[in-house]
């Protein structure tokens, strides 16, 4: 029973490890295509006023957007939030990771303030 419960623990603790990288791996690709997009489209030699005007620009679209067109506004913040899903898979690799750790240093913690005769494994 015991053995189960440790290869129970160290998949969890391997799923999430999986998990984690995984989607951090995808989501730094993700930044790193974002970023290049950005960057393409900030190198106007208009400077910094020409950045604050587009981005003030782009917010009041949204606006526009939000109070107009829901479904266009509704539409674009589905894609936001769909461009991120990597996160999802980062929070539950940390989930898994947190609970698998958690449980080996209450194992080690209560093995150490036992004397070695009384403690027992299940």
């Known amino acids: 029973?015991?053995?189960?419960?440790?290869?129970?623990?160290?998949?969890?603790?391997?799923?999430?490890a999986l998990l984690l990288s995984l989607g951090l791996l995808l989501l730094f690709a993700n930044l790193d295509?974002?970023?290049?997009?950005?960057?393409?489209?900030?190198?106007?030699t208009g400077g910094s006023l020409g950045t604050v005007i587009e981005l003030g620009l782009a917010g009041m679209r949204a606006v526009q957007a939000y109070?107009?067109?829901q479904s266009t506004f509704q539409a674009g913040l589905h894609l936001i939030l769909v461009s991120?899903?990597?996160?999802?898979?980062?929070?539950?690799?940390?989930?898994?990771?947190?609970?698998a750790i958690s449980k080996r240093l209450a194992n080690a913690r209560s093995?150490?303030?036992?004397p070695s005769g009384e403690y027992e494994s299940e």
Not at 33 to 44: I, K, L, P
Not at 84 to 99: D, E, K, R, S, Y
Request: net charge positive; proline share 2%.
């Open 84 to 99: 991120f899903w990597p996160l999802i898979l980062v929070m539950i690799g940390a989930t898994l990771l947190q609970n």
């Open 33 to 44: 295509e974002v970023a290049a997009q950005v960057n393409h489209s900030f190198t106007s």
């Open 111 to 114: 093995a150490r303030t036992l």
């Open 1 to 16: 029973m015991a053995k189960r419960q440790t290869s129970s623990k160290s998949f969890h603790a391997v799923a999430g």
């Open 67 to 69: 109070f107009f067109d």
